[in-house]
């Protein structure tokens, strides 16, 4: 990213490696819709000269004196999420947000990301896992951010055995959040997105009904299909502020409405009195960034390797080679129909 609205290519001095730390070249990087936000739509301020790319499996180039449990030549796993584990907020139980909101988001966010010939990695022990040798590295990049953000989105709901839930977004993030949903017992899934291959998937991730909002009303049309019933949870996974408002009209009393959606313009999300209950409702809304560290890529990569989870769905898009990048990054701009993640191997 060279500033707002403007991609392109950057020299940059190779990262230093603190004692606690790695440098790692990358093998398979992915582009993020977050990357669009940032650039596009500037959502999180001002960013100049900042390596984009927050997505990525690589090959440990550098070790610090301090790191115990990687050395040169591993492949390793990097979630987008690398927090400062020594925080009184790790401590507290919200590592994202270690050092103040969002700082645990490192990559593309408060230094430079992934999408550079080499890239460096706080605090390794704590923020890398091993490639399980049966995974390939295009599949492992979706354990960076897809898989965990849209796990978080049905984590957060606690959706539980025989739910009924909506997913509102079916991109890769809510694909992965209709296969957590599923993973986590969900009865029935709603599966709200247009583009025909992301209903297509989102069924083979175990959505039993899917719908476009481009259609009509959501809210008319999930009531309608559910026997004029609310559903249990909502995880919003796209869309815009006025999701909000549809959320609130198809959640249950004392549901769930979790959003990890990254809301990149707009100033404030309207809450219906009367749909929240007039205040008592007991309805959670609740937003969060992803879970980063070691232990939560070692279980989520665990899917992977037994077989309970097949990422490769979401793999429309695969290339060969760095230029190609550019070419990822522009694809999750335009989104086109046939569409849902890129890859590109290095
Ligand atoms: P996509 O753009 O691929 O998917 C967005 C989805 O929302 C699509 O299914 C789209 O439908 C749907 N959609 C768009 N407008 C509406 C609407 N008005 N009503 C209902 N559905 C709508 O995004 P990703 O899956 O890549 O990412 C989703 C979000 O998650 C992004 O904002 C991303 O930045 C964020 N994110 C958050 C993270 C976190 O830690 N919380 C981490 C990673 C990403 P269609 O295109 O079919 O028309
Ligand atoms: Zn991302």
């Known amino acids: 990213m060279l500033k707002l609205n403007e991609v392109g290519w950057l020299e940059k001095e190779k990262p230093l490696c603190g004692p606690m730390d790695a440098l790692v070249r990358p093998l398979a990087v992915s582009p993020c819709t977050s990357d669009i936000h940032t650039v596009w739509e500037g959502a999180i301020g001002e960013r100049t000269d900042m390596i984009l790319g927050h997505e990525a499996v690589g090959e440990v180039v550098e070790t610090g004196n301090l790191v115990k449990d990687f050395k040169k030549g591993d492949r390793v796993i990097i979630p987008a999420i690398t927090p400062d584990w020594e925080k009184v907020e790790s401590q507290m139980g919200f590592h994202q947000h270690a050092g103040g909101m969002l700082n645990g988001w490192k990559f593309s966010n408060v230094k430079d990301g992934v999408f550079g010939e080499l890239f460096h990695v706080n605090q390794a022990d704590g923020n890398m896992a091993l490639l399980p040798p049966n995974v390939s590295v295009e599949d492992a990049v979706m354990l960076s951010d897809m898989v965990p953000t849209g796990f978080h989105g049905a984590d ?25 949903a599923n993973l986590r017992g969900a009865a029935r899934i709603f599966a709200v997105g247009s583009r025909q291959i992301c209903q297509d998937v989102a069924k083979l991730y175990g959505a039993t009904d899917t719908v476009n909002y481009k259609d009509g009303d959501i809210v008319r049309h999930i009531l309608d299909a559910n026997d004029k019933k609310p559903v249990d949870k909502v995880i919003i996974a796209g869309g815009n502020l006025e999701t909000f408002e549809q959320a609130l009209k198809i959640v249950r009393p004392a549901g769930v409405i979790s959003n ?71 694809l999750m701009k335009d989104k086109p129909s046939d569409l849902i993640k890129p890859v590109i191997t290095i």
Request: hydrophobic share 40%; charged share 15%.
């Open 260 to 330: 990890v959606n990254y809301l990149g313009t707009g100033d404030f999300i309207r809450i219906s009195r009367i749909d929240w209950g007039v205040g008592m409702g007991h309805i959670a809304i609740t937003g969060g960034l992803m879970p980063g560290g070691r232990k939560n890529m070692e279980y989520l990569s665990n899917l992977l390797k037994y077989g309970k989870l097949d990422v490769s769905h979401l793999l429309t898009h695969r290339y060969k080679g760095f230029d190609f990048i550019e070419t990822g990054i522009f």
């Open 156 to 180: 957060n709901a606690h959706v539980s055995y025989g739910e009924t839930v909506a997913v509102i977004g079916i991109g890769p993030v809510g694909l992965m959040a209709v296969a957590g």
